[in-house]
Protein backbone atom coordinates (compact mmCIF):
# COMPACT_ATOMS: atom_id res chain seq x y z
CA UNK A 1 0.00 0.00 0.00
CA UNK A 2 2.74 2.05 0.75
CA UNK A 3 4.72 1.64 -2.34
CA UNK A 4 1.06 2.34 -4.16
CA UNK A 5 1.09 5.60 -2.79
CA UNK A 6 4.37 6.66 -3.10
CA UNK A 7 3.45 6.06 -6.73
CA UNK A 8 0.57 8.35 -6.80
CA UNK A 9 1.90 10.97 -5.27
CA UNK A 10 5.27 11.27 -7.37
CA UNK A 11 2.94 11.20 -10.62
CA UNK A 12 -0.71 12.68 -9.32
CA UNK A 13 0.15 16.23 -8.97
CA UNK A 14 1.60 16.20 -12.09
CA UNK A 15 -1.64 15.23 -13.43
CA UNK A 16 -3.84 17.60 -11.20
CA UNK A 17 -2.33 20.90 -12.74
CA UNK A 18 -2.34 19.37 -16.22
CA UNK A 19 -5.92 19.07 -15.21
CA UNK A 20 -6.27 22.50 -14.23
CA UNK A 21 -4.85 24.19 -17.48
CA UNK A 22 -7.09 22.24 -19.88
CA UNK A 23 -10.25 22.83 -17.45
CA UNK A 24 -9.39 26.62 -17.34
CA UNK A 25 -9.18 26.51 -20.72
CA UNK A 26 -12.12 25.10 -21.48
CA UNK A 27 -14.41 27.44 -19.61
CA UNK A 28 -12.77 30.39 -20.98
CA UNK A 29 -10.79 31.67 -17.97
CA UNK A 30 -7.38 31.32 -19.51
CA UNK A 31 -6.70 31.80 -23.39
CA UNK A 32 -4.66 31.34 -26.24
CA UNK A 33 -3.06 34.57 -25.42
CA UNK A 34 -2.40 33.89 -21.46
CA UNK A 35 -0.62 29.96 -22.83
CA UNK A 36 1.31 32.20 -25.22
CA UNK A 37 2.82 34.09 -23.21
CA UNK A 38 3.05 31.99 -20.26
CA UNK A 39 4.90 29.33 -21.93
CA UNK A 40 7.21 31.86 -23.35
CA UNK A 41 7.75 33.63 -19.83
CA UNK A 42 8.44 29.39 -18.35
CA UNK A 43 11.16 29.05 -21.26
CA UNK A 44 12.91 31.93 -21.35
CA UNK A 45 12.65 33.54 -17.38
CA UNK A 46 11.57 30.88 -14.64
CA UNK A 47 13.11 27.62 -16.17
CA UNK A 48 16.98 29.35 -17.06
CA UNK A 49 16.30 30.52 -13.28
CA UNK A 50 15.67 27.49 -12.18
CA UNK A 51 18.25 25.22 -13.84
CA UNK A 52 20.82 28.05 -12.88
CA UNK A 53 19.93 28.00 -8.92
CA UNK A 54 20.12 23.82 -8.91
CA UNK A 55 23.28 24.01 -10.70
CA UNK A 56 24.65 26.75 -8.17
CA UNK A 57 23.66 24.38 -5.21
CA UNK A 58 26.01 21.71 -6.49
CA UNK A 59 28.86 22.62 -3.63
CA UNK A 60 31.27 22.22 -6.45
CA UNK A 61 32.51 21.00 -10.08
CA UNK A 62 34.28 17.93 -7.73
CA UNK A 63 30.79 16.92 -6.57
CA UNK A 64 29.65 16.34 -10.52
CA UNK A 65 29.16 12.50 -10.73
CA UNK A 66 30.14 12.17 -14.05
CA UNK A 67 29.45 8.31 -14.44
CA UNK A 68 25.70 10.11 -14.05
CA UNK A 69 26.20 12.00 -17.06
CA UNK A 70 28.03 9.48 -19.05
CA UNK A 71 25.33 7.24 -18.82
CA UNK A 72 22.78 10.08 -19.84
CA UNK A 73 25.05 10.76 -23.05
CA UNK A 74 25.28 6.91 -23.96
CA UNK A 75 20.51 6.36 -23.41
CA UNK A 76 20.10 9.66 -25.30
CA UNK A 77 22.86 8.03 -28.37
CA UNK A 78 21.41 4.91 -27.99
CA UNK A 79 17.69 6.18 -28.65
CA UNK A 80 18.85 8.22 -31.27
CA UNK A 81 20.34 5.24 -33.45
CA UNK A 82 17.32 2.73 -32.56
CA UNK A 83 15.42 5.87 -33.96
CA UNK A 84 17.51 5.90 -37.21
CA UNK A 85 16.99 2.24 -37.95
CA UNK A 86 12.84 2.24 -36.56
CA UNK A 87 11.94 4.73 -39.53
CA UNK A 88 14.17 3.16 -41.91
CA UNK A 89 12.16 0.22 -42.07
CA UNK A 90 8.93 1.37 -41.07
CA UNK A 91 8.49 5.40 -41.70
CA UNK A 92 8.23 6.02 -45.51
CA UNK A 93 7.96 9.81 -46.08
CA UNK A 94 11.43 11.52 -45.83
CA UNK A 95 9.60 14.41 -43.99
CA UNK A 96 8.30 11.94 -40.89
CA UNK A 97 11.69 10.40 -40.67
CA UNK A 98 13.63 13.06 -38.51
CA UNK A 99 10.43 13.92 -36.71
CA UNK A 100 9.27 10.02 -35.28
CA UNK A 101 13.58 9.79 -34.21
CA UNK A 102 13.72 12.77 -32.58
CA UNK A 103 10.18 11.89 -31.03
CA UNK A 104 12.02 8.67 -29.52
CA UNK A 105 15.41 10.71 -28.12
CA UNK A 106 14.03 14.28 -27.13
CA UNK A 107 12.31 14.13 -23.62
CA UNK A 108 10.27 16.97 -22.03
CA UNK A 109 12.17 16.70 -19.02
CA UNK A 110 12.56 20.59 -18.83
CA UNK A 111 8.27 20.84 -18.20
CA UNK A 112 7.28 17.58 -17.23
CA UNK A 113 11.03 15.96 -15.50
CA UNK A 114 11.52 18.99 -13.42
CA UNK A 115 8.17 18.69 -11.53
CA UNK A 116 8.43 14.58 -11.59
CA UNK A 117 11.89 14.25 -10.33
CA UNK A 118 11.06 16.43 -7.35
CA UNK A 119 8.00 14.44 -6.59
CA UNK A 120 9.79 11.60 -6.77
CA UNK A 121 12.70 12.25 -5.35
CA UNK A 122 13.48 16.13 -3.79
CA UNK A 123 14.88 18.65 -4.65
CA UNK A 124 18.29 16.69 -4.43
CA UNK A 125 17.24 14.58 -7.51
CA UNK A 126 16.60 17.69 -8.97
CA UNK A 127 20.12 18.68 -8.36
CA UNK A 128 20.89 15.30 -9.86
CA UNK A 129 18.75 16.33 -12.89
CA UNK A 130 20.24 19.91 -13.58
CA UNK A 131 23.92 17.84 -13.71
CA UNK A 132 22.68 15.97 -16.05
CA UNK A 133 20.81 18.17 -18.26
CA UNK A 134 24.17 20.80 -18.51
CA UNK A 135 25.43 17.96 -21.26
CA UNK A 136 21.86 16.04 -21.68
CA UNK A 137 20.26 19.26 -23.27
CA UNK A 138 22.58 20.76 -25.51
CA UNK A 139 23.12 17.20 -27.12
CA UNK A 140 19.15 16.41 -27.79
CA UNK A 141 19.47 20.20 -29.31
CA UNK A 142 22.11 19.42 -31.64
CA UNK A 143 20.76 15.56 -32.52
CA UNK A 144 17.00 16.93 -33.34
CA UNK A 145 19.37 19.47 -35.69
CA UNK A 146 21.03 16.98 -37.37
CA UNK A 147 17.76 14.13 -37.18
CA UNK A 148 15.34 16.68 -39.03
CA UNK A 149 17.68 17.86 -41.59
CA UNK A 150 19.31 14.95 -42.48
CA UNK A 151 16.35 13.30 -44.52
CA UNK A 152 14.36 16.33 -45.85
CA UNK A 153 15.81 17.36 -49.14
CA UNK A 154 15.03 20.64 -49.78
CA UNK A 155 16.63 22.78 -47.47
CA UNK A 156 16.52 26.55 -47.03
CA UNK A 157 19.79 28.37 -47.09
CA UNK A 158 21.44 28.74 -44.24
CA UNK A 159 18.55 26.97 -42.38
CA UNK A 160 20.69 24.51 -40.61
CA UNK A 161 23.55 27.50 -39.32
CA UNK A 162 20.38 29.67 -38.47
CA UNK A 163 19.22 26.79 -35.91
CA UNK A 164 22.38 25.75 -34.19
CA UNK A 165 22.77 29.44 -33.64
CA UNK A 166 19.01 29.35 -31.75
CA UNK A 167 20.97 26.48 -30.06
CA UNK A 168 23.28 28.10 -28.74
CA UNK A 169 21.43 31.24 -27.80
CA UNK A 170 18.92 28.89 -25.49
CA UNK A 171 17.69 30.50 -22.66
CA UNK A 172 18.18 27.24 -21.05
CA UNK A 173 21.35 26.39 -22.65
CA UNK A 174 22.73 29.60 -21.16
CA UNK A 175 20.59 29.45 -17.40
CA UNK A 176 23.17 26.09 -17.42
CA UNK A 177 26.04 28.05 -18.95
CA UNK A 178 25.69 30.70 -16.27
CA UNK A 179 25.34 27.86 -13.63
CA UNK A 180 28.25 25.60 -14.30
CA UNK A 181 30.69 29.53 -14.46
CA UNK A 182 29.42 30.81 -11.25
CA UNK A 183 30.18 27.07 -9.88
CA UNK A 184 33.38 27.47 -11.45
CA UNK A 185 34.65 30.69 -10.08
CA UNK A 186 33.26 29.92 -6.29
CA UNK A 187 36.11 27.14 -6.90
CA UNK A 188 38.48 29.73 -6.17
CA UNK A 189 36.54 31.79 -3.26
CA UNK A 190 38.25 30.83 0.05
CA UNK A 191 36.05 29.25 3.23
CA UNK A 192 36.32 30.26 6.74
CA UNK A 193 37.42 27.57 9.18
CA UNK A 194 33.57 26.40 9.55
CA UNK A 195 33.87 25.36 5.69
CA UNK A 196 31.84 27.71 4.70
CA UNK A 197 32.56 30.21 1.69
CA UNK A 198 33.60 33.80 2.83
CA UNK A 199 31.81 35.49 -0.19
CA UNK A 200 28.39 33.68 -1.10
CA UNK A 201 25.24 34.55 -3.18
CA UNK A 202 23.05 33.25 -0.60
CA UNK A 203 24.63 35.30 2.11
CA UNK A 204 25.84 38.88 0.62
CA UNK A 205 24.21 39.17 -2.74
CA UNK A 206 20.93 37.63 -0.97
CA UNK A 207 19.18 40.52 -3.03
CA UNK A 208 19.90 38.74 -6.20
CA UNK A 209 19.83 34.68 -4.89
CA UNK A 210 16.18 34.84 -3.58
CA UNK A 211 14.53 36.27 -7.02
CA UNK A 212 16.56 33.55 -8.69
CA UNK A 213 15.53 31.49 -6.55
CA UNK A 214 11.66 32.42 -6.51
CA UNK A 215 11.28 32.63 -9.75
CA UNK A 216 12.58 29.14 -10.58
CA UNK A 217 10.21 28.18 -7.93
CA UNK A 218 7.24 29.31 -10.06
CA UNK A 219 8.49 26.81 -12.90
CA UNK A 220 6.57 23.77 -12.54
CA UNK A 221 3.22 24.51 -11.50
CA UNK A 222 2.91 27.45 -14.53
CA UNK A 223 4.62 25.23 -17.12
CA UNK A 224 2.49 22.32 -16.41
CA UNK A 225 -0.52 24.57 -16.20
CA UNK A 226 0.32 25.93 -19.65
CA UNK A 227 0.83 22.21 -20.89
CA UNK A 228 -2.97 21.27 -20.03
CA UNK A 229 -4.01 24.23 -21.51
CA UNK A 230 -2.71 23.35 -24.43
CA UNK A 231 -4.24 20.21 -25.02
CA UNK A 232 -6.38 18.87 -28.22
CA UNK A 233 -6.93 15.76 -28.02
CA UNK A 234 -7.35 14.17 -31.69
CA UNK A 235 -5.79 12.42 -34.20
CA UNK A 236 -4.98 12.88 -37.65
CA UNK A 237 -6.28 9.61 -39.94
CA UNK A 238 -3.31 9.85 -42.27
CA UNK A 239 -1.00 9.70 -39.43
CA UNK A 240 -2.05 7.47 -36.66
CA UNK A 241 0.38 4.70 -37.53
CA UNK A 242 3.23 7.41 -37.55
CA UNK A 243 1.98 8.57 -34.36
CA UNK A 244 1.44 5.22 -32.91
CA UNK A 245 5.16 4.20 -33.78
CA UNK A 246 6.61 7.63 -32.22
CA UNK A 247 4.41 7.39 -28.97
CA UNK A 248 5.27 3.89 -28.62
CA UNK A 249 8.69 4.42 -29.49
CA UNK A 250 8.86 7.05 -26.60
CA UNK A 251 6.66 6.19 -23.59
CA UNK A 252 7.85 2.51 -24.02
CA UNK A 253 11.03 1.02 -25.74
CA UNK A 254 12.54 4.49 -24.12
CA UNK A 255 11.84 4.18 -20.35
CA UNK A 256 12.06 0.18 -20.70
CA UNK A 257 15.19 -0.18 -22.11
CA UNK A 258 17.11 2.55 -20.80
CA UNK A 259 16.11 2.29 -17.48
CA UNK A 260 17.11 -1.15 -17.19
CA UNK A 261 20.22 -1.07 -18.84
CA UNK A 262 20.77 1.47 -16.08
CA UNK A 263 20.14 -1.11 -13.31
CA UNK A 264 22.16 -3.62 -14.98
CA UNK A 265 25.20 -1.52 -15.25
CA UNK A 266 24.80 -0.48 -11.76
CA UNK A 267 24.47 -4.22 -10.71
CA UNK A 268 27.57 -5.35 -12.76
CA UNK A 269 29.60 -2.49 -13.61
CA UNK A 270 31.65 -0.66 -10.87
CA UNK A 271 32.08 2.38 -12.58
CA UNK A 272 28.33 2.70 -12.85
CA UNK A 273 27.74 2.44 -9.28
CA UNK A 274 25.29 5.01 -9.39
CA UNK A 275 23.75 7.14 -6.24
CA UNK A 276 20.10 6.30 -5.60
CA UNK A 277 18.92 9.85 -6.12
CA UNK A 278 19.92 9.25 -9.79
CA UNK A 279 17.21 7.55 -10.83
CA UNK A 280 14.21 9.91 -10.26
CA UNK A 281 16.48 12.08 -12.68
CA UNK A 282 16.72 9.37 -15.38
CA UNK A 283 13.30 8.08 -14.94
CA UNK A 284 12.78 12.26 -15.77
CA UNK A 285 15.22 11.79 -18.89
CA UNK A 286 13.98 8.35 -20.07
CA UNK A 287 9.87 8.16 -18.91
CA UNK A 288 8.80 11.43 -19.62
CA UNK A 289 6.91 12.67 -23.18
CA UNK A 290 8.39 14.09 -25.80
CA UNK A 291 9.86 17.67 -25.81
CA UNK A 292 7.14 20.36 -26.72
CA UNK A 293 10.53 22.52 -28.46
CA UNK A 294 10.88 19.78 -30.81
CA UNK A 295 7.66 20.78 -32.47
CA UNK A 296 8.61 24.04 -32.95
CA UNK A 297 11.76 23.29 -34.77
CA UNK A 298 10.11 20.42 -36.86
CA UNK A 299 8.48 23.19 -38.26
CA UNK A 300 11.24 25.37 -38.68
CA UNK A 301 13.17 22.54 -40.73
CA UNK A 302 10.39 21.77 -42.93
CA UNK A 303 9.29 18.35 -41.75
CA UNK A 304 6.03 17.47 -40.73
CA UNK A 305 4.50 19.65 -37.87
CA UNK A 306 1.38 18.06 -37.42
CA UNK A 307 2.80 14.46 -37.23
CA UNK A 308 5.53 16.18 -34.30
CA UNK A 309 2.84 18.29 -32.50
CA UNK A 310 0.39 15.14 -32.03
CA UNK A 311 3.20 13.17 -30.48
CA UNK A 312 3.92 15.55 -28.22
CA UNK A 313 0.11 15.66 -27.36
CA UNK A 314 0.00 11.62 -27.09
CA UNK A 315 3.49 10.68 -25.59
CA UNK A 316 2.20 13.20 -22.94
CA UNK A 317 -1.13 11.38 -22.44
CA UNK A 318 0.19 7.38 -22.53
CA UNK A 319 3.34 8.81 -20.34
CA UNK A 320 0.54 9.40 -17.74
CA UNK A 321 0.21 5.74 -17.00
CA UNK A 322 4.11 4.25 -18.14
CA UNK A 323 5.10 6.32 -15.67
CA UNK A 324 3.34 5.74 -12.50
CA UNK A 325 3.79 2.34 -13.55
CA UNK A 326 7.68 3.10 -13.91
CA UNK A 327 7.58 4.79 -10.45
CA UNK A 328 5.73 1.19 -8.74
CA UNK A 329 8.07 -0.96 -9.86
CA UNK A 330 11.14 0.80 -9.39
CA UNK A 331 9.92 1.67 -5.53
CA UNK A 332 9.08 -2.20 -5.68
CA UNK A 333 12.99 -2.81 -6.40
CA UNK A 334 13.54 -0.44 -3.64
CA UNK A 335 15.52 2.06 -5.88
CA UNK A 336 13.78 4.78 -5.20
Not at 19 to 36: P, S, V
Not at 56 to 64: A, E, G, P, R
Not at 82 to 103: A, L, N, S
Request: glycine content about 6%.
Amino acid sequence: MDTLLFAINSVLPIIILMALGYFLKRIGFINDNFLKIANKYVYRIALPALLFYNIYKIDSLNNIEWNQIVFAVLGIMLLFIIGMIVVKIFVPDKRQKGVVVQVLFRANFAIIGIPLAQAIGGSIAVVHLAMISAIAIPLMNVLSVISLSMYVEEKQPGQIKKTLLKIVKNPLIIGIVLGLVTLFIRGFIPKNIDGNYVFSLEEHLKFIYLPIQWLGETTSPIALIVLGGGFQFYVIKNLSKQIFIGTFLRTIISPLLILSLAIILDEYLEYFNFNYLVYPAYIALFASPTAITGAVMAKEMNNDYDLANQCVVWTTIISIFTIFITVLIFKLMNLL
